[in-house]
């Protein structure tokens, strides 16, 4: 069975030849029938799969002309399957998390909640663009405050350029360096007392996740 969305043409803009253009499709097998159920129940049971693709959220969302697919295809694309061009698109990423969406959704999607359940699960499979800012920093930020309890903004930062633009760190030195004087910028590592418990806690709640998937 084929699967005929999203359905387009692609063309070789090397020739203007229209007999280079071909048919872009999808055959059922190839999708995964499972992500969108799967989605649903991880952004927090909302009703994903009750969207009617009337638009609203498209038409209200103030990034969608920057976006590859719409959050109504995003939307559409995730309950039919497409995981991986759902996951590798940058419309996850460029959401800006206004809610403006989920105000005007006439089916009271939370789909803000989705796009944030799409991104974790971009960053749990590694498919995110290389050295895109957003998944690097929300992943070192995790994991610093997993380690202590409690962010160190000063060795976020460095992890944070070392990974995506080291000329950047440079060019923020001196006004690090100004910050530091004033006492608002500090390489030191603050720590909560029994970090055990919230390591275990964490853990607990990634296994429930792992039993939710």
């Given at each position: 069975m084929i699967s005929l969305f999203p359905l387009g043409f692609v063309e070789n803009k090397s020739?203007?030849?229209?007999?280079?253009?071909m048919r872009k499709i999808k055959y059922e097998s190839e999708l995964d029938l499972k992500f969108?159920?799967?989605?649903?129940?991880?952004?927090?049971?909302?009703?994903?799969?009750?969207?009617?693709?009337?638009?609203?959220?498209?038409?209200?969302?103030?990034l969608s002309d920057y976006m590859d697919y719409t959050p109504r295809k995003i939307i559409a694309m995730t309950r039919?399957?497409?995981?991986?061009?759902?996951?590798?698109?940058?419309?996850?990423?460029l959401c800006s998390s206004c809610y403006a969406c989920t105000v005007k959704c006439p089916r009271q999607?939370?789909?803000?909640?989705?796009?944030?359940?799409?991104?974790?699960?971009?960053?749990?499979?590694?498919?995110?663009?290389?050295?895109y800012p957003i998944p690097i920093f929300s992943r070192e930020f995790f994991n610093i405050v997993r380690k202590q309890g409690r962010n160190s903004e000063a060795i976020?930062?460095?992890?944070?350029?070392?990974?995506?633009?080291?000329?950047?760190?440079?060019?923020?030195?001196?006004?690090?360096?100004?910050?530091?004087?004033t006492g608002r910028f500090s390489f030191k590592r603050d720590k909560i007392e029994r970090i055990d418990k919230l390591q275990r806690l964490l853990k607990a709640a990634e296994s429930i996740e792992e039993v939710r998937t």
């Open positions: 020739s203007p030849d229209p007999r280079d253009k969108g159920e799967q989605m649903a129940a991880k952004a927090y049971g909302q009703k994903l799969l009750s969207c009617i693709q009337c638009g609203t959220c498209s038409s209200t969302c103030p039919e399957g497409f995981r991986d061009e759902v996951l590798n698109s940058l419309t996850i990423w999607i939370h789909i803000t909640d989705v796009m944030y359940t799409l991104k974790r699960e971009a960053i749990a499979r590694g498919v995110y663009p290389k050295r976020l930062l460095i992890k944070f350029y070392l990974k995506t633009n080291l000329f950047m760190m440079f060019k923020q030195a001196f006004m690090g360096l100004r910050l530091m004087r």
